[in-house]
């Protein structure tokens, strides 16, 4: 018996994956594109799978998270990774593409899977029966609207981003754990705390003025809300914004003794590991280079190894951990899936991994089957886990990072980090083999 159609809306990275992994597993699609009656401000043409800002997909080493996640997806049978070895250009040790060539790959394929329909028209309300929705950061208005009825205010549109550093990269003797106001159940405080002197504050603020920022985008400049300011239009405000807003050193004690400090940056846990901090109240518009240099200047940070930079962009996304399941169907609205960055993830690969997931999550549904969920210690169970374990109030799109998997035990703990890394993704790859062999992977490059 076959399956009846399943649509699947916007034809970008998570759109065609998704398409792809239905169609292989011999579910007919119906595959919506808008373009070219209608194209976002941020599409330069009206290809398929169309990468908007750049033609890398970073590193394509192990050691590196994204890297592990390239590796699971080939050996899952993405679409998006053959097409992007496919049309590979030399970048070193990244994986960079022919943009073109890349998408007019996976437009062939697309284009001559009997069991994909391409049905060029905007969808401007939520489709009914089984469906994904792969719109991406800059859906169009109409279908946001209806996307907002449903979500309420659990849908993002601008997507204001503090930086995120590993735990383990922290000077724990000169940062100190406390709470705002002393709270014995708190066992001992749960924000880690940056005491600044009133010297090193003012030149704090000094490089904030003097950094460099990334330009937006026409379609992309907010209206900034209040609460959520870059902390450097905070610091235009005066020389003082800063230490009576997120810096504020009021009920902050260190228990240790010293010097009362005059600011402190607040760090909150991102993950129920520990393994991941955000700086609170930082998001920011600075390059990643400046938020390098002048965030690693802070007490206590010389070495901070970044999972993600801070940034300030337009960017329609949902609350993920609130709304969605763990195969990534919307809790109050059976049926419809969420994909790629609209579901809550940062990247090109990640959305593509996203499809991939809900292609294979919705496949088995329409036979009236459960596929399993990818194993916990894999990049794309670490995906997963954090779209459904992130605290909903403070939830933001990550890119896939080690601080996302389940730490290693025993003394691989506290093996050199290039070394846990390497045993992370050998631990991922192993897992991942028999789920693939489950879920009926493709396995040769289409």
């Not at 709270?183 to 504050?201: F, K, M, T, V």
Request: hydrophobic share 45%.
């Amino acid at each position: 018996m076959v399956p009846e159609a399943v649509s699947v809306v916007g034809a970008g990275l998570a759109g065609c994956e998704a398409a792809w992994q239905l169609a292989r597993r011999g579910v007919p699609v119906r595959l919506f594109e808008m373009r070219p009656a209608r194209r976002s401000p941020a599409h330069s043409s009206d290809a398929l799978a169309e990468l908007v800002c750049s033609n890398s997909l970073r590193s394509d080493a192990r050691e590196n998270a994204v890297g592990l996640l390239h590796e699971e997806l080939r050996r899952a049978g993405s679409l998006v990774l053959a097409a992007a070895d496919a049309t590979r250009v030399p970048a070193g040790s990244a994986l960079a593409v022919d943009r073109g060539a890349f998408s007019a790959w996976i437009a062939e394929r697309i284009e001559a899977e009997p069991a994909i329909e391409l049905v060029r028209r905007e969808v401007d309300v939520l489709p009914e029966g089984l469906s994904i929705l792969a719109t991406g950061p800059l859906t169009s208005d109409a279908l946001a609207a209806e996307v907002q009825k449903l979500c309420g205010d659990s849908l993002y549109f601008y997507d204001s981003i503090a930086p995120v550093v590993h735990a383990d990269s922290l000077d724990l003797d000169v940062i100190f754990r406390a709470s705002r106001w002393r709270d014995a159940s708190d066992g001992g405080g749960d924000y880690l705390n940056i005491p600044l002197s009133r010297e090193q504050y003012h030149a704090f603020v000094a490089e904030l003025l003097a950094a460099e920022k990334t330009p937006l985008h026409e379609f992309e400049k907010p209206q900034y809300f209040e609460g959520c300011l870059p902390i450097e239009v905070m610091a235009e405000r005066g020389p003082l914004t800063l230490a009576f807003g997120p810096m504020k050193p009021v009920g902050l004690e260190d228990r240790r003794g010293g010097p009362t400090p005059f600011a402190v940056v607040q760090l909150r846990q991102e993950d129920k590991a520990g393994t991941l901090y955000n700086l609170v109240g930082f998001q920011t518009k600075m390059k990643q280079a400046e938020q390098k240099r002048i965030f690693r200047g802070l007490p206590g940070m010389d070495n901070a190894v970044f999972a993600r930079f801070g940034s300030v962009h337009r960017n329609t996304f949902i609350r993920a951990p609130e709304l969605l399941d763990e195969r990534l169907e919307h809790r109050s609205r059976p049926g419809l899936h969420f994909a790629g960055q609209m579901a809550g993830v940062e990247g090109y690969v990640e959305s593509a991994a996203l499809g991939l997931l809900a292609g294979i999550f919705v496949a088995a549904k329409a036979r009236r089957g459960v596929a399993p969920l990818p194993p916990a210690t894999t990049a794309l169970g670490a995906l997963l886990r954090h779209l459904r374990e992130a605290d909903p109030r403070h939830f933001q799109p990550m890119n896939v990072n080690f601080g996302l998997f389940p730490p290693l035990e025993g003394s691989a703990a506290r093996a050199p980090r290039r070394e846990r890394n390497g045993r992370i993704a050998a631990r991922a790859l192993e897992a991942l083999e028999p789920w693939t062999v489950e879920v009926g992977a493709v396995r040769e490059a289409p």
